[in-house]
């Protein structure tokens, strides 16, 4: 048996550096505990969220990655109808699955018997949640998209484990200040 | 070049990519309820903490060995069977990597944590030790999602390359909650 050392090196401090971002959304995750607390229930949306935001991140910076080596999007064309669509489509996915999530959520909580927020809590942070994080992540896509093919690094390499991490401290920021503005906690 | 982008397009993306996001749906929220259900143990400043670096590098973890996997799976350097030399070496490498990248992360977060202004607890050591334990106990489960993902969704001519991330990303969120639920239970509450 043999340890690939080269595996290693090239791996091992883009893990390190994720984990270090991670411990941001940590101290995000960690400073709710009060409101996680005082809403019953909120907590079950959290994870699904954040998976979301990952998953429809990646893919966009995935497939603007592609339009570029497609020539479809470079930096001097970084405004045009594919990006923008793009662009649209994933603003559209995530407040539609955020919806969803707000309700499943709810649904869960009804069906497990567990203490829990209104359905309209649930759906209005969910849901505003989705539209904010997942507007400032698809615009955030596009300038790392912007930035890359400006520069000549491919974005495939960059792009998509940025977001991915990006993407964790993105959502927690949002739905914080979300759950404090909805004032389901007083 | 201009390219026409009609709302069909927009239709067509969103249509191949609702399936997979549902399923990462449900997962989340069944990760969600099992933060509900130990919240007692869980909705302490340092444990929330340490969620989100277990399940980011378990995820990362996972997601590199299964895209090496389908690399070598694809290339034909690897037989679509759970045994042989490249897949034990493979193992082994992400075994190491898990170990040396969580166990480096546990002593980090001693320093840093405290600087950020997380509410620690009494005993500093127990966040290093829950990030260190739960990690590794998540890289095995990881390891043996990436990797039977890939090999029998090759077997049964899936494209790997589709499969293993989603799979590995959101299953591993549900396992690494496990783990640290798990964990505590060593570290002590």
């Known amino acids: 048996m043999r340890i690939s050392r080269s595996v290693l090196r090239q791996s091992y401090p883009f893990l390190f550096a994720t984990g270090l971002g991670q411990m941001v959304a940590g101290l995000l995750f960690g400073g709710m505990e009060n409101y996680l607390r005082e809403a019953p229930g909120l907590i079950v949306l959290i994870p699904s969220m954040i998976g979301l935001r990952g998953n429809i991140g990646s893919a966009l910076a995935c497939r603007l990655g592609t339009a570029t080596h497609l020539g479809f999007v470079s930096s001097e064309q970084i405004w045009n109808d594919r990006s923008r669509s793009e662009i649209w489509t994933s603003i559209v996915l995530s407040t539609f699955l955020s919806a969803m999530a707000g309700a499943v959520a709810y649904l869960s909580c009804l069906a497990l018997g567990v ?72 | 070049m201009r390219i026409i982008v009609e709302p069909r397009v927009i239709w067509s993306v969103a249509r191949q990519s609702i399936p997979v996001l549902l399923v990462a749906l449900l997962m989340g929220i069944l990760a969600g309820q099992m933060l509900n259900l130990a919240s007692s143990i869980v909705l302490v400043p340092w444990v929330l903490f ?80 829950l990030i260190a334990f739960s990690g590794l106990l998540l890289t095995f489960v990881v390891l043996a999602i990436s990797m039977l993902s890939a090999i029998y969704s090759f077997k049964f001519g899936l494209d790997p390359d589709n499969v293993v991330a989603p799979l590995t990303a959101s299953s591993g969120d549900i396992a690494g909650i496990m783990c640290i639920i798990l964990a505590l239970q060593v570290v002590g509450i």
């Open chain 2, 50 to 129: 340490s969620i989100p670096v277990v399940n980011g590098i378990g995820g990362n973890l996972g997601t590199i060995l299964g895209a090496r996997l389908s690399s070598a799976l694809h290339l034909g350097s690897l037989e679509a069977r759970l045994d042989g030399k490249t897949l034990e070496d493979e193992l082994l490498t992400g075994l190491t990597l898990g170990i040396i990248t969580y166990g480096s992360l546990a002593l980090i977060s001693l320093g840093v944590a405290p600087v950020l202004g997380v509410e620690m607890p009494v005993n500093l050591v127990r966040l290093g030790v």
């Open chain 1, 115 to 186: 203490e829990h927020i209104s359905l309209g809590f649930f759906m209005l942070i969910s849901t505003a949640t989705g539209v904010i994080a997942g507007t400032v992540l698809s615009f955030m896509t596009l300038s790392i998209i912007f930035y890359a093919d400006k520069h000549g690094a491919d974005p495939d390499n960059v792009a998509a484990p940025a977001l991915a991490t990006a993407a964790d401290i993105i959502t927690l920021g949002v739905l914080f200040l979300v759950i404090i503005a909805s004032g389901v906690v007083s």
